[in-house]
């Protein structure tokens, strides 16, 4: 059974930084591609950012290009987000998910996790 748990979801100043961590399980890892979503109370899930199984591309959704950086680590199954110069408007819900191949639309993965929530404050 595959399980995508992630965490270092919490509270923060806006201008800071935080990490969030994806572990994989039941799946094999490098024949993933990995994303990030995430979802604010009354918005829809939108996508965040993807990397391809090799790690050798990336895509960023318009919102957090240049301050959010995807990468994985395929001997430790776990895929990372680190987010910098965080806003409040980054509050939400962040989803890992593992899909075929990279892009920003949901129905492109097949497994998700349970979510972690940040929390940006001003």
């Known amino acids: 059974q595959v399980h995508l748990v992630e965490s270092g979801g919490g509270l923060v100043q806006a201008g800071g930084s935080l990490r969030v961590s994806c572990a994989a399980s039941?799946?094999?890892?490098?024949?993933?591609?990995m994303a990030w979503f995430r979802q604010a109370p009354g918005k829809e899930r939108e996508f965040v950012a993807g990397?391809?199984?090799?790690?050798?591309?990336?895509l960023y959704g318009e919102s957090v290009k240049g301050r959010f950086t995807i990468s994985r680590d395929n001997t430790k199954n776990t895929v990372y987000l680190q987010m910098d110069s965080l806003k409040p408007e980054d509050t939400a819900v962040y989803y890992c998910?593992?899909?075929?191949?990279?892009?920003?639309?949901?129905?492109?993965?097949?497994?998700w996790g349970q979510g972690t929530q940040v929390t940006v404050f001003s």
């Open positions: 990397i391809t199984r090799s790690a050798s591309g990336r």
């Open positions: 998910a593992a899909g075929l191949t990279v892009g920003k639309g949901l129905s492109g993965y097949a497994y």
């Open positions: 039941g799946l094999t890892f490098s024949s993933y591609a």
